[in-house]
């Protein structure tokens, strides 16, 4: 059994995603970060950095295994299934070069994007102006990638498409009146965006967790 440790944003969408995919059995603890629930002695001993996703899986030999970083979660899910991650040669680290892309600059970006255009009371021209060029500079990345490809790893659907898909809703909706027109241009991410959201593990995730 996995213990699934989340909350209601992209970060938190990933993992459930994954879950999903593989028809694996998980509980889910909701760590409301509304409440600084991440901050709660018990979290911190499972997630040092107090950031949601997290998982415990009790299916270890010598014992439970905690693991924090939605990518370091999706490749232990990946290896442990032996599904959505190719085990060696070129589809494995072109799929691992994009899970990366997502962790260090779609998601981060992205995210403080959010921070400064939308749920910030003060507004910085100079912070929404660096992390609007920096969002559209991502997503059309991301686009230059889906016009030659089917999925960002490849061929094949991967852990690398469950990690930016959640994030790619965010830029198509939180962030729709400050990433205009993301789909619009874009008709490769559109074209993925279908692809990926039809899957209907990709759906059951979406809705984990149920506040
Ligand atoms: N690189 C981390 C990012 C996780 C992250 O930023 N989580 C946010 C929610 S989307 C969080 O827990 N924030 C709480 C806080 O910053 O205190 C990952 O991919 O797991």
């Known amino acids: 059994m996995i213990t699934l440790y989340t909350w209601t ?3 938190g969408r990933k993992v459930p995603i994954m879950l999903e995919e593989l028809g694996l059995e998980y509980e889910v603890r909701l760590v409301n970060i509304g409440k600084n629930e991440q901050f709660s002695p018990e979290y911190l001993a499972i997630s040092p950095n107090n950031k ?45 070069e994009w899970l990366h892309w997502q962790i260090g600059g779609q998601g981060p970006m992205l995210g403080q994007l959010g921070f400064f255009a939308v749920r910030s009371s003060e507004k910085s021209e100079l912070a929404i102006k660096r992390f609007t060029e920096e969002g559209e500079r991502l997503l059309n990345v991301m686009e230059k990638r889906l016009s030659e490809t089917a999925y960002l790893g490849g061929d094949e659907y991967s852990i690398a498409d469950m990690a930016a898909y959640p994030w790619t809703v965010a830029a198509t909706t939180f962030l729709k009146d400050v990433l205009v027109d993301s789909l619009a241009t874009r008709p490769g991410m559109k074209r993925w965006m279908k692809a990926v959201g039809e899957r209907p593990a990709v759906q059951r995730g979406m809705q984990v967790p149920k506040v």
Request: hydrophobic letters at 40%; aromatic letters at 8%; a negative charge.
């Open 52 to 96: 949601i996703p997290a998982i415990v899986d009790q299916d270890v030999d010598g014992g439970p295994l905690a693991i924090f970083e939605s990518g370091a979660i999706l490749t232990y899910l990946a290896e442990k299934s032996g599904r959505f991650l190719a085990s060696s040669g070129a589809a494995r680290y072109k799929t691992l």
């Open 9 to 11: 944003t992209p970060n």
